[in-house]
């Protein structure tokens, strides 16, 4: 029945939905391609575990969902998740030796909405540890590798989750982003993503790294299946206090929804896009300026208009976030020591040694970088110097957001300076790394809304994305504005060879 359809792994969420409404195929042929593309592409390192047993009898549950009449844009779609939300039917690690072994008695609540929604999951995607990382080196299962040229990252911190959905392995993944997680490893694989403004998606069982930053969001091929996903994920959950209580979005509708004044060749008519200067320094590679450039005189030629603006404080976003993001990770990570989760020291004379032993077999080395950073910023007498300096810092960087966004709808810019880099490269200089975020940083910092958007290719014929940032609850704009290049345009189609 399948074989008018292009091959199932080319369709996307959207698609596969209308697909499986139209029972031109199940969600149990779907799960079976796709955990059989998962097996043969395991050099990838996309996946940490794969579990076909749970994903079958996941996928034959919402065929006899579909069978009894229901329907739902998701009802059957294969994905999976990032490894940093715990799920009581697969194990998690959060990439991290010290939750070998762990398995979680609860889902987080962005897994509960899908699998409520009947997305199937195939198994847990590879991940820097703790969400700690731009490339999915950092991981302590492996790196994974980036499909459009294995010898290069895929980005991080949710690198399997890009890789997977890049490889064609599932149309859509999970991901988490605190300081840029879902958005350049989007631009290095050249798929789509968004990370909600703060508060949008349930932190409620994501693991958590920088409690202040850390959002969920969808990872897929078009800003279209990110919509379906994000409707799905996010809502108030009384379990998170800084969830958002407002009531549950159609960001499909939102997405659609035409603007006032536009016509159907200007669907964007009216739009003020926002340049910071501070996003296009004379450093920046030429060939991401160029893919950049190339995007925005699509979104011109859809009727958006390209304004001047400033965020003077941009270059600050990378000291501000290694101070808060590391102090609040200190705090967050002093919970695995042994005690109630997952590694635990074979050896130790008591109670102390076996913390120190836990902790030092189970964590790799840039999260304990990490931990003692943060700890050195919150001591006594260095707190008021770093930790209280960079919190006032981050009250103005987002403050120049909202000037700026008296110019302006949404901002645009490069997600990252450059495209994915060759794997080993920043092995031994974790700075570079930190520098290579600041395009991302200042919106984590401000809690705004972001996503990344393919707009072309660069150097290696590596992808590039095209950075919006919208205003607080903005994600329907966003989305809109995306969706209108995307159909535009065909830069999210392209696949990597031989996938
Ligand atoms: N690359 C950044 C870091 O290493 C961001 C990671 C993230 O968003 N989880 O902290």
Redesign the pocket.
Known sequence: MVSPMKPLHEMGVAELGRALGAKSVSSTELSQHLLARVTAAQALGAFLHVDAETALAAAAAADARRAAGETGALLGVPLAHKDIFVTADMPTTAGSKILAGYRSPFDATVVARLNAAGTVSLGKLNC?EF????ANENSAYGPAHNPWDLSRVPG??SGGSATAVAARLVPAATG??????IR?PASFTGITGIKPTYGVCSRYGMIA?ASSLDQAGPMARSAEDCALLLSAMSGFDERDATSVQQPAQDFHAQMLAAREGATAAQPLKGLRIGLPKEFFPAALSADVNGAVRQGLAELEKLGATLVDVSLPRTELAIPVYYII?PAEASSNLSRFDGVKFGHRAAQFDDLLDMYKKTRAEGFGPEVKRRIMIGSYVLSHGYYDAYYLQAQKLRRMIADDFQQAFTQCDLIAGPVAPTVAWKAGEGADDPVK?YLA?IFTLPG?LAGLPGMSVPVGFGEGGMPVGLQLIGNYFKEGQLLHAAHALQQASDWHLQAPAGI
């Open positions: 820097d969400a700690m990382g731009s991080g911190s988490t982003d605190t300081g840029g997680s350049q790294f993001a790394a975020d984590s």
